[in-house]
């Protein structure tokens, strides 16, 4: 029973610490408002506690939007498909780096989310490390003049068939 006490004891004695690796994705826009056909530049950034090998994420849309024009910063060496990204690097980094720019492209007004999703670096021991989603609202303007002028054509439209039907009635 004294063997328990002081092995018990012992044990919280022993100093434990246990540090992950803690990194976020930020995604960037010049604007948070675009016109229809309109165009805007994003940046991708990431930071991180300690230094990371490569890291991968997929680049998410609205259909509301076309992105296109993407670039990945000089460090970075792989590639991208379907959006899609695996990226490493030969100097790993630590801190805040630049990950790539893209240009996002509006087709259709309303609220648009554009971002990067399933993000993990990849440490210097090459272990993976999950993180957080990274979502970016943008309103998109344009839309709201055909929605008003084709409730126009409908009340001119309405306006006709009543009269037409108040005509009909006096026969």
Known sequence: MKYKIVFFLFLFCIPFSVKAMEGKVNVSCEEKEL???ESMLCT????????ISGLQFHLIMDKKVIID?????SIWEGDGEEGHFGLY??????GTFEIGTFKVTAKKG???KIGAENISFSSASF???PLQD?????????DQ??????LGIVGVVGGILFCIFLLKRKK
């Open 35 to 37: 016109e229809v056909a």
């Open 44 to 51: 991708i950034t990431g930071t991180s506690d300690e230094e």
């Open 69 to 73: 024009e993407i670039k990945t910063s």
């Open 89 to 94: 690097t030969d100097e790993n980094k630590k």
């Open 110 to 112: 309303g609220k648009v």
């Open 127 to 129: 272990e993976l490390i």
């Open 134 to 142: 990274e979502i970016l609202k943008i309103k998109v303007q344009g």
């Open 145 to 150: 003049l055909n929605f008003i002028f084709l």
